[in-house]
Structures are given as C-alpha cells and as structure tokens.
C-alpha cells in the first residue's frame, strides 16, 4: 500500500466510531454491570436507551435489537460515547476528533474493559466507522462533482443530487463500504456549507470469528489504514496535496 498522508490540515470528521459485536455464555446485566465499573468512565453520564425497555427474550431473537446498545455513556463534554449491550459495545468519538494516537488508546480501554468483563467472549462482528462532511472552506470541495469518481447510467452522467455506495472485498478478514452523498440526501444537524459526506465502513465479513484478544487491536490498527486508503482516493490529487500534512 502507498504511504497515506497523515491527515487534512482540517478535519472532516464528523464522528469515528468502532464497533465490537459478540457471543458469551454470560448474563447481560452481569456484562453491562461489569463494563459501567470501568475506571475511566466513571465520570461519564449514564442513560438506558429506549431498547433497554423490550423484554430479553423480544431483542435476542431480533438481531436488530439482539446487537442494539441498552445503556449509553457520555462524557462530560459530550464529545465521547460508550455504548453497551448484552452482545456488543461500541466506542464514538465526535467532533473536533481528537487524532488515531488518542483513538486508538480509547479503543484499547474499551477492549482491556471488555476481555476483563467477558472472559472466553468470542467476536462475531468488528467495524471501523468514519462519517465526514467537506466543504469549499476547508476542503476546497464546492459540489459533489469535485469528487475523484465518475458515475454513468446508460453512458451519461445522471442530472441532479446523487448519492451511491461501493463495497469491496478488502481480504478475509476485511470488508469496506464506502457510501458518498450530497446533503439532500442527509438528515440531523448538517454543518454549513457541506457539499459532500463521504461514510467509510470498514467491516469483517460474515461468518469471521475471532477471540477477544491481540487479532483484534492488530484489525483495528489496518482496518484504519484501509480506512484512510478509501477517503483519500476521493480526494482528487490536486486538491489532496493542498490539504493534508504529510
């Protein structure tokens, strides 16, 4: 892989986000008891989530709501998430991103929290997850077309706002989808002067197992480069060498 730069000289995230799906033989509130004593959320805010509401046996046999969290923690700034279900927890990092350094150190509390709270838990699902927003100001973005893609249907390019998603089958143990759209096409609270979102997903596929242990942060670690490999070949080179510290 081509060495990536390190990052824009300003941000588009929006929120960064991993995922951790999982099967144990162990109680959730056993799980969700554990996961709250985790020293470095003690501070958080916490909340149960309307899921939490639906009786056990309904959510298990949904996998809607079997994966859906039940309690939520937020930091005092609300700039960070933890959120915690009977089979996932997930980690959401919300703008101004704080760099993968510090991420991933975040990423490491939440799996040491885990592996203490469900020992011999087996992974079944992890994801990657980056939503940003460019702009002419910071990005030099003005419209959807100053993107690196070129999207035909029947040999011309389509009229009017577009929105699409590619996947890719990044190795065994990887998956990516990467889903680009104008801001018709987004709902919630859309930072001014958004021209495009650009959504990276990186993923295992279906069927992939794996022990909550070192596989896992070793994923997370090239799941990210796979991650910035897909954002910035969106960027056209002209504008990206403009944009990016090195």
């Keep these: ?41 003690k501070a958080f805010e916490r909340k149960a989530t309307p899921v939490a509401e639906l009786p056990q046996t309904v959510r298990i046999q949904n996998a809607a709501f079997k994966f859906s969290p039940l309690v939520e923690f937020w930091s ?38 885990m592996k ?13 997850r980056y939503i940003n927003a460019l702009n002419a100001t910071d990005h030099h973005i003005e419209k959807m077309e100053d993107l690196n893609y070129r999207l035909e ?22 998956k990516s989808a990467l889903r680009v759209a104008g801001q018709e096409y987004v709902q919630g609270n859309i930072p001014d002067g958004t021209a495009a979102f650009v959504d990276v997903d990186v993923f295992t596929p279906v ?13 997370f670690a090239e799941a990210h480069k796979r991650e910035k490999g897909e954002f910035f070949a969106l960027i056209p080179p002209h504008i990206l060498n403009e944009l990016v510290e090195l």
């Design 153 to 174: 249907v029947a040999g011309k390019a389509p009229a009017g706002p577009v929105h699409f998603q590619i996947e890719k089958q990044l190795s065994d143990a990887m």
């Design 1 to 41: 892989m081509a060495r990536l730069p390190k990052k824009l000289k300003k941000d588009a995230i929006l929120e960064a986000l991993v995922e951790v799906r999982f099967e144990s033989n162990e109680v959730e509130e056993i799980i969700i008891g554990r996961l709250s004593d985790t020293r470095k959320w």
């Design 116 to 128: 203490k709270a469900i020992p011999g838990c087996q992974v079944s699902r992890l994801g990657l």
């Design 207 to 219: 069927g992939y197992t794996l022990p909550l242990g070192p596989e896992v942060s070793a994923w």
């Design 76 to 113: 005092p700034d609300k700039r960070a998430a933890v959120k915690i279900g009977g089979n996932v927890a997930s980690l959401h990092i919300l703008s101004p991103y704080p760099g993968w350094a510090e991420f991933r150190k975040q990423i490491g509390t939440l799996l040491s929290a």
